[in-house]
């Protein structure tokens, strides 16, 4: 007895020295095997959550018996021996367990040869935490010393245990608080998601002693679940930043119903929907039970925090609250970083726009200094950003301080300023002409605290603006000097008509002879200058060829150098592999003759003449710096000199027909206007480089085209008109022109039908039974045309063929100053030759 008790006390002292609730479940179980001689001792220990009770602290002498008893961990209430033991809080005593029908594991029982059983609730205080249960080898009854010692040993257990588990809530509860703290800490001291969220997986994890943690945020864009941080044994490839669809496992189940989900098995719950891939990542991890608490900021749900462990794990309240304190945290902290995010990038858009925009944005303070210089601000006014901080705005002004002044007073009335054009001056001193928006800045507790500003620079687009506007005034006027010379060319074949005619009747020594002589010359004059005004108006008869340009300036070197005298230096400079283009080589040797005269006369007292040609590429930076100007490969004529040179004034207006420098009586003012028409006229373009004292250069392209040189043997002479006697139908609307062309056809034995109007001449066609040889009709007429006359005439009249004659193109019968293959054409004015010349090229074509 003395040895038992003094066996008892030391196991006492052995219990209550344990440190954790593990060291007491073992001291327990050892302390009943070794005091009573049993076989097996084991502490089963209540999981009300569960509805189980667990096994705890097993002790046994033969391996047998310890690989038997991990096959029974748990007992479900209600379930045999020890179940009724804990509800009855009575101890049982059976005298061989073999033979009773409630005991469970008898597999432990017959193969453990085990008999003897006593199970002896665990009581503190009120409540049942346990049941010891010893387990014998032999048949065994118990006596009264045994059960004593037994019940003693239970109640110094079960204290021993309670105390073990007080001492293990209180060291939870710290680590619980330090933990959150710590991640509190963590969430105020960095924005990093990936630091913060890592601390929160790890620490969670660590504290319900689960197997892997991971915490997911929402892509707001795609809804997805992004991995932030995983901690544990997550199984193989699982690893942060890795995407998953928001409604696959027990963490889409969370976010889907958005409140705390618990799955005992992650394989084999019917709510949870896995992807092949997850499906095969689960089955070789150590989780199969997971805890999923969706992360709520006011009700929108922004990720999920998951916890896993091994199969058979049941969450207590207390842990399930710790996880959702952890969940509270990550929103915040999740949040936090997208509040953060937002705000850089917000930041960063604003900057790299500012950074990267070309216009000038800069902000002021209330004092008119500057406290931000954007680096499209350096680039058009040329101050560092160092040198433009703290300069006055009025600096910049082209009014100055009075312009400041009047432009703040405006903004305190209006509040912003939308396309103020002004002029800032740059570094340099230059004026750079800017279209500005200005913006008062405030602040909410303060007012105003300055302006800000976004300068566009527009010293381009105004000098392409003038450039359009000369462009459209130029085609203004050229379609006025078209009209003009349409009216001005039939007088001038009246006249150079009946001058011919009426010659042609008179002796040389006639008197009238000589009036009538000078008429002709007169109105020969006023037609080269209606020819001027077509040219200008790009409303000539053009003859293209594809040309080597080359070619036709060493045709025109001669007479240059007899047109610009000795006094001036004629030089070429001509480009070996020039490119080929189209046009009337005529009209170009006309080009180069008004220009190379244009400069003469800027050089009386001798200089040097330049004329070049190149191959060039302009590119889209050339292109919208010129109007009109498309990009592509073009052949070059520059014709420049060292004269006198143009102002400003001069240039803009020295395309203009009848503009001239000269005195009176020394020019006509339509060489260059010549000169630009036909350019236009070709296809190409025109520019003048020019300041006063620094002569004058011409530069002109012309497109490129890759087909062969054409031949430019020269026309032959004209032969003597041949006399006719087929059928004209004539058709022209001014009365005296039309009077005058018949006669000239009746004088070289033509029959003429006269019609004023085109209706008329569908009649007399209609009505006149002989055949109608050609017809000669005028382009523009009033409510149908000459071409839309031939187009109805020719389909019952199919012999007859047709000749247009008009004082200026029409783009019915000419597309861009080349006639549709086919057609034939007599330009006015003409002379009575001219025109029996070209009625009979006409009728003998056929």
């Known amino acids: 007895m003395l040895e038992s008790a003094r066996t008892f006390g030391e196991l006492t002292r052995l219990i209550a020295s344990a440190s954790d609730s593990r060291e007491v479940f073992d001291a327990v179980s050892r302390a009943a095997a070794t005091l009573l001689g049993a076989k097996i001792a084991r502490v089963w220990i209540d999981d009300p959550e569960a509805r189980l009770l667990r096994a705890h602290g097993n002790f046994g002498s033969d391996p047998t018996d310890q690989r038997l008893m991990a096959e029974s961990s748990a007992i479900p209430y209600g379930s045999g021996v020890v179940s009724g033991v804990f509800e009855s809080r009575v101890p049982t005593y059976i005298p061989d367990v073999q033979k009773e029908p409630l005991w469970l594991n008898q597999r432990l029982a017959t193969e453990g040869d085990l008999h003897a059983f006593a199970g002896i609730p665990l009581i503190s205080g009120d409540r049942v935490v346990g049941v010891l249960a010893i387990l014998f080898g032999k048949r065994h009854r118990f006596t009264l010393q045994q059960r004593e010692l037994m019940g003693l040993l239970a109640d110094h257990a079960a204290i021993a245990i309670n105390n073990a588990r007080l001492l293990e809530e209180a060291e939870r509860r710290r680590q619980t608080a330090e933990s959150l703290a710590e991640v509190g800490e963590a969430i105020a001291q960095s924005l990093d998601l990936e630091e913060v969220g890592q601390r929160i997986a790890d620490r969670v994890r660590t504290l319900v002693g689960a197997v892997a943690a991971f915490l997911f945020r929402l892509d707001p864009k795609s809804g997805d679940r992004v991995a932030v941080a995983v901690s544990g044994d997550v199984g193989s490839g699982f690893v942060r930043g890795e995407v998953h669809p928001r409604h696959t496992g027990a963490s889409g189940l969370a976010l889907r119903e958005q409140r705390l989900v618990v799955t005992p098995d992650l394989l084999d719950d019917p709510r949870i929907t896995l992807t092949p891939e997850d499906q095969a990542r689960v089955e070789r991890a150590a989780y199969r039970v997971v805890l999923a608490v969706p992360l709520l900021i006011r009700d929108r749900a922004i990720g999920v925090l998951a916890i896993g462990d091994r199969s058979g794990r049941v969450f207590t309240d207390e842990e399930t609250r710790l996880v959702q304190a952890f969940a509270d945290r990550a929103a915040g902290a999740l949040e936090s970083a997208r509040l953060y995010k937002e705000v850089r990038d917000a930041r960063d858009f604003l900057q790299s726009i500012t950074e990267s925009s070309i216009d000038a944005i800069f902000t002021a303070d209330v004092h008119g200094r500057m406290t931000y210089f954007s680096p499209g601000a350096t680039e058009i006014f040329g101050y560092q950003p160092e040198e433009g901080l703290g300069r006055p705005v009025a600096d ?451």
Request: hydrophobic share 40%; net charge negative.
């Open 396 to 846: 910049f002004y082209r009014g100055g301080p009075e312009e400041a002044r009047t432009v703040m007073e405006r903004l305190k009335v209006e509040g912003r300023i939308r396309n103020y054009e002004t002029a800032f001056r740059a570094k340099d001193g230059r004026w750079v002409e800017v279209n500005a928006s200005f913006s008062l800045l405030r602040d909410p507790s303060v007012g105003i605290v300055g302006t800000v500003g976004v300068v566009k620079d527009i010293t381009e687009h105004k000098r392409l603006e003038e450039n359009l506007r000369q462009s459209q005034k130029m085609e203004a006027v050229g379609r006025l000097a078209g009209g003009i010379a349409h009216d001005f060319n039939n007088l001038m074949t009246i006249i150079t008509g009946r001058a011919e005619m009426l010659l042609g009747r008179l002796r040389p020594d006639d008197p009238l002879h000589r009036d009538i002589e000078l008429f002709r010359k007169t109105s020969a004059r006023a037609a080269a200058v209606t020819r001027q005004l077509l040219a200008f108006s790009r409303k000539q008869v053009l003859q293209p060829k594809v040309l080597d340009l080359n070619a036709v300036v060493a045709g025109t070197d001669s007479m240059l150098r007899r047109l610009i005298g000795e006094d001036i230096d004629l030089v070429t400079v001509l480009e070996p592999a020039l490119w080929h283009v189209r046009a009337d080589p005529g009209q170009l040797e006309q080009v180069i003759l008004n220009l190379a005269v244009n400069a003469r006369d800027a050089m009386p007292n001798g200089g040097k003449l330049t004329i070049e040609t190149g191959n060039v590429e302009l590119d889209e930076g050339y292109a919208s710096r010129h109007v009109a100007v498309k990009p592509g490969s073009f052949v070059l004529l520059a014709v420049s000199d060292t004269g006198m040179g143009m102002d400003e004034a001069t240039r803009s207006r020295m395309f203009e027909p009848f503009f001239t420098t000269k005195e009176q009586g020394e020019g006509t003012g339509l060489g260059l206007a010549t000169v630009y028409g036909i350019v236009k006229q070709s296809g190409g373009n025109i520019w003048c480089y020019s300041e006063p004292g620094q002569g004058t250069a011409f530069k002109i392209y012309l497109p490129r085209v890759d087909e062969a040189v054409e031949s430019l043997e020269p026309a032959p002479p004209a032969a003597e008109p041949q006399r006719g006697t087929e059928t004209v139908l004539l058709v022209e609307d001014e009365d005296e022109l039309r009077s005058v062309a018949r006669e000239i056809l009746e004088m070289y034995g033509y029959a003429v039908l006269e019609a004023q109007r085109p209706d008329d001449a569908l009649l007399i066609a209609e009505r006149h039974s002989g055949p109608i040889h050609v017809l000669v009709t005028d382009v523009v007429m009033p409510k149908m045309s000459g071409r839309d006359l031939a187009r109805r005439l020719v389909p019952q009249r199919p012999e007859m063929r047709v000749l247009y004659i008009s004082g200026y193109t029409d783009e019915a019968i000419v597309r861009h100053g080349v006639l549709d293959p086919g057609t034939a054409f007599l330009e006015k004015p003409f002379t009575p030759d001219e025109l029996a010349r070209k009625v009979r090229e006409v009728l003998d074509r056929a």
